[in-house]
């Protein structure tokens, strides 16, 4: 059976090992394993409520891990977050297109792993990342066209966007756009996760960041941490 609480925590580094036990202890039960075939093997014996593993094992990648947590029939679909090397967009794109729940950058920071368990794990439905509102000129690159649209709204994760296309969920794009007031610019691509059209015309959509590398989240935290955090709840 499932237990919401348990956690699994994999990695081939002892001592991380060992650190994310110790850091995790009062949110549950950690079970420990060095790669994904000892994650498998514990699974099966206690399914976890959450997975975290490390993008890089000596038998798998976390892709696979994520496919493998996600689809067996009987581990019940666990949240799982993904770790990734500080500098490499493409691992934090390959988890999201995975279905990673989350995906964090190491070094990992205690408050972030510990917080990212509880917004994983306390509720029915995991809740959104911390959002904050903004709202400057995003440029829009999509099926070979270049677009002009507004964010309106921010978070680590992703943002929401008003833009003059329609768009199919799962879509990618690319963005460009400036964090208001701060001089900083960012440009990730981004997986459409909701399209919603309005009565001006053009698409509400909700984007998550597939292809941005550890400076940039950063960036992106410090933004949302300095502004007041917005009411909408929707995840992205």
């Given at each position: 059976?499932l237990?919401?609480?348990?956690?699994?925590?994999?990695?081939?580094?002892?001592?991380?090992?060992?650190?994310?036990?110790?850091?995790?202890?009062?949110?549950?039960?950690?079970?420990?394993?060095?790669?994904?075939?000892?994650?498998?093997?514990?699974?099966?014996?206690r399914?976890?409520?959450?997975?975290?593993?490390?993008?890089?094992?000596?038998?798998?990648?976390?892709?696979?891990?994520?496919?493998?947590?996600?689809?067996?029939?009987?581990?019940?679909?666990?949240?799982?977050?993904?770790l990734?090397?500080?500098?490499?967009?493409?691992?934090?794109?390959?988890?999201?297109?995975?279905?990673?729940?989350?995906?964090?950058?190491?070094?990992?920071?205690?408050?972030t792993?510990?917080?990212?368990?509880?917004?994983?794990?306390?509720?029915?439905?995991?809740?959104?990342?911390?959002?904050?509102?903004?709202?400057?000129?995003?440029?829009?690159?999509?099926?070979?066209?270049?677009?002009?649209?507004?964010?309106?709204?921010?978070?680590?994760?992703?943002?929401?966007?008003?833009?003059?296309?329609?768009?199919?969920?799962?879509?990618?794009?690319?963005?460009?756009?400036?964090?208001?007031?701060?001089?900083?610019?960012?440009?990730?691509?981004?997986?459409?996760?909701?399209?919603?059209?309005?009565?001006?015309?053009?698409?509400?959509?909700?984007?998550?960041?597939?292809?941005?590398?550890?400076?940039?989240?950063?960036?992106?935290?410090?933004?949302?941490?300095?502004?007041?955090?917005?009411?909408?709840?929707?995840?992205?």
């Open positions: 059976m237990n919401s609480t348990r956690i699994l925590l994999v990695d081939d580094v002892p001592m991380f090992r060992d650190l994310g036990s110790i850091f995790l202890s009062r949110s549950g039960p950690v079970d420990l394993a060095d790669s994904a075939s000892a994650a498998y093997q514990c699974a099966d014996e399914a976890p409520g959450i997975v975290i593993a490390d993008m890089h094992l000596p038998d798998a990648d976390g892709v696979e891990l994520c496919h493998r947590f996600k689809t067996h029939p009987t581990w019940g679909a666990p949240r799982v977050v993904l990734a090397r500080p500098d490499a967009a493409d691992d934090h794109a390959a988890a999201v297109r995975a279905g990673a729940d989350e995906v964090l950058f190491k070094p990992l920071e205690r408050d792993l510990i917080s990212t368990v509880r917004r994983l794990t306390d509720f029915d439905t995991p809740r959104g990342l911390p959002r904050a509102n903004i709202e400057q000129p995003v440029e829009i690159t999509a099926r070979g066209q270049r677009v002009e649209g507004t964010v309106y709204n921010v978070s680590r994760g992703g943002l929401f966007v008003d833009a003059p296309l329609h768009f199919s969920k799962a879509e990618e794009v690319g963005l460009f756009f400036s964090l208001d007031g701060s001089g900083t610019t960012v440009s990730p691509t981004a997986q459409v996760i909701w399209s919603r059209p309005t009565p001006e015309g053009t698409d509400r959509v909700g984007l998550r960041f597939l292809e941005i590398d550890a400076q940039t989240v950063e960036q992106l935290d410090h933004y949302v941490s300095d502004h007041f955090p917005s009411t909408l709840s929707v995840p992205a």
